[in-house]
């Protein structure tokens, strides 16, 4: 009995002291985790409504981010009767906890030194969905956003999978923001903010920047290299972890990257490490450039190519093999032009496979630098040797070089009147719903009526859509049925306006005519992917050198310069 009533003492015991650690846990917890109103209660906020406060405010936010090169940014606006109003308010945040929330509807303009801060490259704008931010802003005020990174790139990295801004400033932070629907949905372009509106927006943006420090300081401190790094190397060389993220939408349905196959849950506040069922793709790693040669009748080189097309020459009897490795071709007949001057070099070059943003040289594909879409609408002449805007970037550089492509597509949509293929008034093909029911219901009947398991109710139901398209019939023969099955139900949409060639038309009839669309999206290229390994003598200006001097050997009509656009040439 004694021995009984001593086990039952333990016990109770061991419970309650699993009790009392419990809870010990519990309030340890909800002690850490604290409302934002609390945890940031040593923002400093500015509310700017005048230009001059603006230039101040600004000029602070600059000065604050020397160290980390970012902000916080979010931005506010009204939805009204479910049409979204333009931006009401934008909010920049420091990591030292400087706010500055810019009230653009009180302001007839976005005052010049926001602007320059805003479209500033060397600034990160970080936050949830700063990408769409960016678009709202170039569409109401022409401001466009540069260098915006979404902090769930750096979480996906860091091995997190987080729902979005709150969820993160919970996981990471330990505070909680305050996302009631009264306030995300208020009145943002109200003549005064309250004081909860105010502390909501600089929150929303402070969170921002203190995650992105926060995951930019983890994923270096899993790494040796940090132990022997100081603090200020790893942000003064901050562009080699977010330059690939910048400015590139973050798709919410993609996993989380870690090499040991584990991924971090973030779930009410709290991490949860679980195996992840993601698989690594196949990349590519054969070779596209061969660097064969191909030679004058005289042994001058013209340029380099690939195996097949050296080859083609020779199979066609145009040329001879003069050297087996590498691979010379020497054509036996004179060239329409030789290689002049740095353009021409160009093309003597030796190319190397390899991705000319990051320089990997394991996977590999074929990117378009001025995109397909607008360049098949130029004349022959200008398509002309167009390898020059042909490069070689690995998978990932690809994907986010198309990610910032569709932002100067956007802009050129604006610009030119050419609207992206996002309404129905702008789809090339348009599909009548009443000849697909005609044609479906003709179809189940031709096949079901060889079957001969058709129900009789679901029979008269599909006949008499037929007889209502063909008021002139009495019944339903097999030459009617086999009509309707093959009733027209794709059509030519007659308010179709191709963008891409609305863009070259636009340009054609501007000064520097189509020559000036293609340096465009060269220099958009080299600011958006900052390439560190382009070919030598890759230029900017490439085809006007080339096409000056085809003029000048008289290789060039009047009419082909017309077609370029470019008549001051005449």
Not at 100 to 112: A, C, D, W
Not at 175 to 190: E, F, Q, T
Not at 516 to 544: A, C, D, G, I
Request: proline share 3%.
């Amino acid at each position: 009995m004694e021995s009984s009533k001593l086990k039952m003492g333990v016990t109770s015991a061991a419970i309650a002291l699993a009790c009392a650690g419990v809870t010990y846990a519990v309030l340890k917890y909800k002690h850490r985790v604290r409302d934002a109103v609390e945890a940031l209660n040593y923002l400093t906020i500015k509310t700017v409504t005048t230009e001059k406060a603006c230039d101040e405010v600004v000029q602070e936010l600059r000065k604050r981010t020397k160290v980390h090169q970012a902000v916080g940014c979010d931005c506010e606006w009204v939805t009204e009767h479910g049409k979204r109003q333009p931006v009401a308010l934008v909010q920049l945040s420091t990591y030292d906890g400087m706010c500055g929330l810019f009230r653009l509807s009180q302001m007839k303009t976005v005052p010049k030194s926001l602007k320059d801060l805003l479209e500033d490259e060397t600034i990160y704008k970080v936050g949830v969905a700063p990408y769409d931010d960016g678009k709202y802003l170039f569409l109401d005020y022409n401001v466009c956003l540069k260098s915006t990174l979404d902090v769930r790139h750096l979480a996906s990295l860091c091995g997190y999978h987080a729902g979005g801004l709150a969820s993160l400033s919970k996981a990471l932070l330990q505070v909680v923001l305050d996302k009631s629907w009264r306030i995300r949905c208020s009145n943002w372009a109200a003549d005064e903010l309250t004081n909860r509106q105010t502390k909501y927006a600089a929150a929303d943006a402070h969170v921002a920047i203190r995650i992105f420090v926060n995951l930019v300081e983890e994923h270096y401190n899993g790494r040796l290299f940090w132990l022997f790094r100081r603090n200020s190397d790893v942000w003064s060389n901050i562009n080699d972890l977010c330059l690939k993220y910048a400015d590139v939408n973050f798709k919410t349905k993609q996993k989380p990257k870690r090499s040991d196959g584990m991924i971090k849950e973030v779930k009410d506040g709290k991490i949860k490490e679980v195996i992840s069922k993601r698989y690594p793709h196949a990349t590519r790693s054969k070779p596209l450039y061969h660097n064969c040669f191909l030679e004058a009748p005289d042994g001058e080189q013209l340029c380099t190519c690939d195996n097949k097309k050296a080859l083609w020459y020779v199979e066609k009897g145009l040329a001879d093999i003069v050297l087996e490795s590498p691979l010379t071709v020497r054509l036996r007949f004179e060239p329409a032009g030789r290689s002049v001057g740095d353009v021409g070099r160009y093309y003597q070059l030796h190319k190397e496979n390899k991705c000319v943003v990051c320089g990997s040289e394991h996977s590999y594909i074929r990117k378009n630098v001025v995109p397909r879409e607008y360049r098949k609408y130029f004349p022959e002449i200008m398509k002309d040797h167009s390898s020059h805007d042909v490069v070689l970037l690995c998978v990932e550089c690809h994907r986010t070089s198309n990610i910032r492509d569709q932002a100067v597509r956007e802009r050129f949509a604006q610009l030119c009147g050419a609207p992206l293929a996002a309404s129905q008034n702008h789809i090339k093909y348009t599909e009548d719903a009443d000849c697909r029911k005609i044609r479906s219901a003709a179809r189940a009947l031709l096949q079901k009526s060889r079957k001969h398991v058709l129900p009789e109710e679901r029979r008269r139901q599909l006949e008499n859509i037929l007889l209502q398209h063909y008021p002139e019939q009495d019944e339903v023969t097999e030459e009617l049925l086999e009509e309707a099955a093959n009733i027209q139900v794709v059509f030519d949409n007659p308010d179709y306006e191709c963008h891409g060639q609305k863009v070259v038309e636009y340009y054609l009839q501007r000064e520097g005519g189509l020559l000036q669309l293609e340096q465009l999206w060269r220099e958009h290229f080299l600011t958006s992917m900052k390439p560190r390994y382009m070919p030598q003598l890759w230029s900017v200006k490439h085809n006007e050198e080339r096409l000056r001097v085809r003029i000048n050997e008289g290789r060039i009509s009047e009419e082909d310069i017309k077609l370029i656009g470019l008549s001051r040439w005449l």
